[in-house]
Nanobody, 115 residues
Framework: QVQVVESGGGLVQPGGSLRLSCTVSGLTFSSYAMSWYRQAPGKERELVVRISSSGGGTTYGDSVKGRFTISRDNAKNTAYLQMNSLKPEDTAVYYC????????WGQGTQVTVSS
């Protein structure tokens, strides 16, 4: 049984930072690309960033380039999302997904950027 668990969300002021973690079990983590998505109220879920299975390739959404950084530790079965210079428009539920086109989603973690 595959489990995807996000953590690290919370309330932060504009300009602040947060680090999200996504730990996966039940599959060979090092064989799967990992992605972070987000969904704001009233909006569709959007891809934030993706990292290849080896960690050698990344794809960032235009709205987060230069502010967010994805990484992974295959020994710990964990992917990370470092978010800096946060803006109110980054407020959303952030979801982690293992693989491409799979059903392996986490439950989401709320990120709220507000003063």
């Amino acid at each position: 049984q595959v489990q995807v668990v996000e953590s690290g969300g919370g309330l932060v002021q504009p300009g602040g930072s947060l680090r999200l973690s996504c730990t996966v079990s039940g599959l060979t983590f090092s064989s799967y690309a990992m992605s972070w998505y987000r969904q704001a109220p009233g909006k569709e879920r959007e891809l934030v960033v993706r990292i290849s299975s080896s960690g050698g390739g990344t794809t960032y959404g235009d709205s987060v380039k230069g502010r967010f950084t994805i990484s992974r530790d295959n020994a710990k079965n964990t992917a990370y999302l470092q978010m800096n210079s946060l803006k109110p428009e980054d407020t959303a539920v952030y979801y982690c997904r293992a693989g491409l086109g799979t059903r392996y989603w986490g439950q989401g973690t709320q990120v709220t950027v507000s003063s």
